[in-house]
């Protein structure tokens, strides 16, 4: 799949790129001149009153890209001081030190005043280490005479990769890059060091910013065209019967919640699978929303007979864990998809091999953990800190053959072949109680409309986010579930 705007290119994949870009005739020192003047545009653009631009040089071709920036700044007419390290020989940083006729200070040779800007191009994609102590005590002197940083490429410190600092780490208010994102831009605490992202075109021909790793930012194209669709032949059974098991009396919102956005999600029914206790409560509280009395195992197993049923989630407020195993086996037997959230997942923290070997064959479970969760499903996973979030979630879904939606501020949403997408444009306030619960009823609701699952994760994340502007800041988890738009028709 080829969508190359929302692609996410690791740090070493855009060596490639750029590498490719010369080989086919581009001219390498052009992409360090196009680099460079971006990042001037971009100070003089925000900071129009600067005093004094500082640019901090680095030995390969970020610093290049700095001294590029130093000298049209200087040009322009604002006073520049150009401190940093030699370029390493022979390269296009050296020519542009070169070409720059200010001269290259040690790096501790200024002090800040006030109208100063921080161009910080030490390190971009070529960091592998961290910084040592006199970067660490340059970026305190930075924070603390609280002077703005534009950094270039990637706040230095950062990697691109993780999106987690490798040590001492600049806060930029801005991030000028180049020719794609990369992964450490959208995953936190990344996307927080950058400050503003800028995304700046430098001539590499588009056909080139190709990757073998399948990563991008959460996108409609990635899943428009499997979106359920509605027409003049169908009726409520043909747009999916989706299940909510709901738990006990005093926890039955959750179900409720999850219900709602998976009807609002375009779910022909959708039935609530009450325990008995609770049937009356429930009942309430219910209109479209249709309720089953299930109480154990044998119940469940006599309604899964009737395969009009499509789709399950189960978790939500769900509450007795070795019922939830019991139940889950049962739905996985059907052959059916299932959303695990919550209890769902808590029942199965430290048996997840068993999780696994339920679900074989097509991808049809789909869990929603967050950072909790997740930590209590996959112990291993999450104290790995070589990886990032897109290798946990995708090492994830490999072992349990699902579709992981691994939620946070960068909900990851990664599929057993390796495919993942990051969102990043959720608003802050969908961290609210009853949240999670109205994502798993919105994918259980595109599950049971029979939509890929890994399509299903993407728009349902999207979905959510897009709920949750339309409710605007404050809402409650019930205005995020009445918000939740249902598919466009076509
Ligand atoms: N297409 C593009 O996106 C373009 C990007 N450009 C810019 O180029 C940089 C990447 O340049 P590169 O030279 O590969 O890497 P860096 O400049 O980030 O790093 C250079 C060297 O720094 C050393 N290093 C790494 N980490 C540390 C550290 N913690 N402390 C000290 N030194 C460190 C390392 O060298 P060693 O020999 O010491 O190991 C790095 O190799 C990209 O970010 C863009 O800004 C181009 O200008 C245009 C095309
Ligand atoms: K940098």
Redesign the pocket.
């Known amino acids: 799949m080829a969508i190359d705007h929302a692609l996410l290119v690791t ?1 070493s994949a ?2 490639r ?2 590498a490719a ?1 010369v080989a086919s005739g581009v001219d ?1 020192y052009g ?2 001149q196009a ?1 460079g003047a971006h990042v001037a545009a971009c100070v003089l653009a925000h900071y129009p009153d600067i005093r004094r631009a500082v640019v901090l040089c ?8 700095g001294h590029v920036a130093a000298r049209l700044l200087s040009q322009s007419g604002v006073p520049v001081i150009r401190c940093g390290v030699p370029p ?1 020989k022979g390269g ?2 050296a020519r542009a030190d070169a070409e720059c006729d200010l001269p290259l200070r040690a790096l501790d040779d200024w002090h800040p005043e006030a109208g100063d800007v921080v161009v910080d ?1 030490l ?10 102590p006199e ?1 660490a005590a340059l970026i305190d002197r930075v924070r603390n005479a609280d002077t703005p940083v534009v950094s ?3 706040p230095s410190g950062l990697s691109g990769r993780t999106g987690a600092p ?2 001492p780490c600049f806060q930029a208010a801005h991030t000028v ?3 794609a994102l990369k992964p450490g831009h959208v995953l936190m605490p990344g996307r927080a060091l950058c400050g503003e992202m800028h995304l700046c075109d ?1 001539g ?1 021909p588009a056909r080139l910013i190709v990757s073998d790793d399948p990563v991008w930012r959460n996108h409609e194209e990635l899943y428009r065209n499997q979106l359920p669709t509605m027409s003049a032949q169908q009726h409520k059974y043909s747009r999916g019967h989706l299940v909510v098991l709901s738990g006990p009396l005093i926890s039955g919102g959750a179900a409720r919640l999850a219900a709602m956005a998976g009807l609002r999600a375009g779910a022909g029914l959708v039935s609530l699978a009450t325990p008995p206790g609770a049937v009356m409560a429930q009942a309430a509280h219910l209109t479209a929303i249709m309720q089953r009395s299930i109480g154990d195992e044998e119940t469940l197993s006599d309604w899964l007979e009737d395969d009009r049923l499509s789709g399950f989630v189960l978790g939500p407020g769900f509450g007795d864990l070795e019922k939830a195993r019991g139940f889950c086996g049962l739905l996985a037997k059907s052959g059916r998809p299932v959303v695990l959230d919550a209890d769902g997942l808590t029942a199965f923290a430290g048996r997840v091999d068993d999780l696994g070997k339920l679900f074989d064959g097509d991808v049809r479970l789909m869990v929603t953990p967050h950072e909790g969760e997740f930590r209590r499903l996959f112990p291993v996973l999450a104290g790995d800190e070589s990886l990032s979030k897109v290798d946990r979630a995708r090492a994830a879904a490999q072992l349990l053959n699902a579709v992981v939606i691994y939620k946070g501020p960068d909900t990851v949403i990664a599929g057993p072949d390796g495919r993942a997408a990051v969102n990043s444009d959720a608003p802050s306030w969908l961290a609210t109680a009853g949240s999670g619960d109205v994502l798993a009823g919105i994918a259980g609701g595109l599950l049971a409309q029979g939509m890929p699952a890994f399509e299903a994760g993407c728009a349902s994340v999207a979905l959510h986010g897009d709920a949750g502007r339309r409710a605007g800041a404050g809402m409650t988890a019930e205005e995020l579930a009445a918000s939740v738009k249902s598919l466009p028709c076509d």
């Open positions: 740090p855009m060596g790129i750029d870009a390498g992409l360090m680099a680095g030995p390969g071709n970020n610093g290049g890209d390493k296009d940083a191009a390190f971009g994609a070529g960091l592998d280490r961290p910084a040592g970067i270039v490429d990637l490798t040590g890059t180049f020719a430098i590499i």
